[in-house]
């Protein structure tokens, strides 16, 4: 039982490059979510999904798309990088029938910079 | 949405408790707070939830004004390992499950 995971962990994308993070759960939870972390910024939230094939956005949604085709894949793509994006980026996931009651599970973050 | 406050830093004493405080005025009824840390650049951990009651697990223990308005979260005998950022969050409950909307977090050092 791996949790959430992420990859890559590490990336360097040059402004005007396209990129896809990929986030794997194996806890069958409905729910996963993308946040980004930015010094002094805490984490916000970039989109999320209640469940295979829906998506909807969070805080900060601009610059990125995401896709749920499988429910235990959830993918956040970079079109077209901007230095804007470079932040560290965090998935997590929960199981819940009743909305706030489980706790998230977090991945372990990939870093991207963009030059 | 509910907002929290947290105080930016605090430290405590190997083996002590640390008491980390959290003000949420303006939650409602049916939201939940949440406590999470982060130790170092690792995703954060998941520690304790509550509504209205005191909770206690094999990490910590969650304290919750009768009035809903601040909790503490507690950490009975800290140690060096427990040094990190605290995030107390009110898990908004809206269509789709409840976003975590995090804040600024309270960085506790944890000091031999």
């Known amino acids: 039982n791996a949790g959430v995971t992420q990859t890559p962990k590490f990336r360097v994308l040059k402004t005007g490059q396209s990129m896809t993070l990929l986030c794997a759960q194996d806890?069958?939870?409905?729910?996963m979510y993308w946040y980004r972390q930015d010094p002094g910024m805490g984490l916000r939230l970039i989109h999320y999904s209640v469940g295979e094939g829906t998506t909807a956005k969070g805080e900060v949604p601009d610059g990125y798309n995401v896709s749920r085709l499988k429910k235990q894949n959830f993918l956040l793509g970079l079109e077209s990088a901007a230095p804007s994006q470079t932040s560290v980026y965090f998935c997590?996931?929960?199981?819940?029938?009743?909305?706030?009651?489980?706790?998230?599970?977090f991945g372990n973050g990939t870093r991207l910079t963009v030059t | 949405d509910a907002k929290t406050t947290q105080p930016p830093s605090m430290d405590c004493a190997e083996g002590r408790a640390a008491n980390l405080p959290c003000n949420h005025s303006?939650?409602?009824?049916?939201?939940?707070v949440y406590w999470y840390r982060q130790i170092h650049s690792q995703g954060p951990q998941y520690i304790i939830h509550?509504?209205?009651n005191n909770e206690t697990n094999e990490m910590a223990s969650l304290i919750i004004t009768e009035d809903r308005k601040s909790s503490t979260l507690i950490l009975p005998h800290a140690t060096l390992r427990d040094t990190a950022v605290y995030y107390c969050i009110v898990r908004v409950r809206v269509e789709g499950g409840g976003k975590l909307i995090f804040g600024q977090g309270t960085e506790l050092s944890v000091k031999p």
């Open positions: 997590a996931s929960s199981y819940s029938p009743r909305g706030n009651r489980s706790p998230l599970h």
């Open positions: 509550g509504l209205k």
């Open positions: 303006t939650i409602s009824g049916n939201e939940y």
């Open positions: 806890m069958n939870h409905e729910y």
